[in-house]
Nanobody
Framework: QVQVVESGGGLVQAGGSLRLSCAASGIRFRINTMAWYRQGPGKQRELVAAITRSGSTNYADSVKGRFTISRDSARDTVYLQMNSLKPEDAAVYYC?????????WGQGTQVTVSS
């Protein structure tokens, strides 16, 4: 049974911080990349940050210097530390676990940033 479960969303004031977590389990093949995407109201879903099995990371230009993605030793859990949050960061944040043959998504967690 495949599970991708996010947690840690909530409401935060502009300039504040929030930490998201995602745990993936039950996936048949080795996970290559885990990533965070977000989708604001009326907007396209966009990549926020990604981390490979070996630990390489990349970030969207809009979050560089503010967000940090990390992965635990077993590489089945991914985190997103979000600092200096802006109102434009408000969105539903989705965790993604990617293999060569399949892509798995979590249910999403809401992040609200008040100005």
């Amino acid at each position: 049974q495949v599970q991708v479960v996010e947690s840690g969303g909530g409401l935060v004031q502009a300039g504040g911080s929030l930490r998201l977590s995602c745990a993936a389990s039950g996936i048949r093949f080795r996970i290559n990349t885990m990533a965070w995407y977000r989708q604001g109201p009326g907007k396209q879903r966009e990549l926020v940050a990604a981390i490979t099995r070996s630990g390489s990371t990349n970030y969207a230009d809009s979050v560089k210097g503010r967000f940090t993605i990390s992965r635990d030793s077993a590489r089945d859990t991914v985190y997103l530390q979000m600092n200096s949050l802006k109102p434009e960061d408000a969105a539903v944040y989705y965790c993604n676990a990617d293999t060569i043959g399949e892509t798995y998504w979590g249910q999403g967690t809401q992040v609200t940033v008040s100005s």
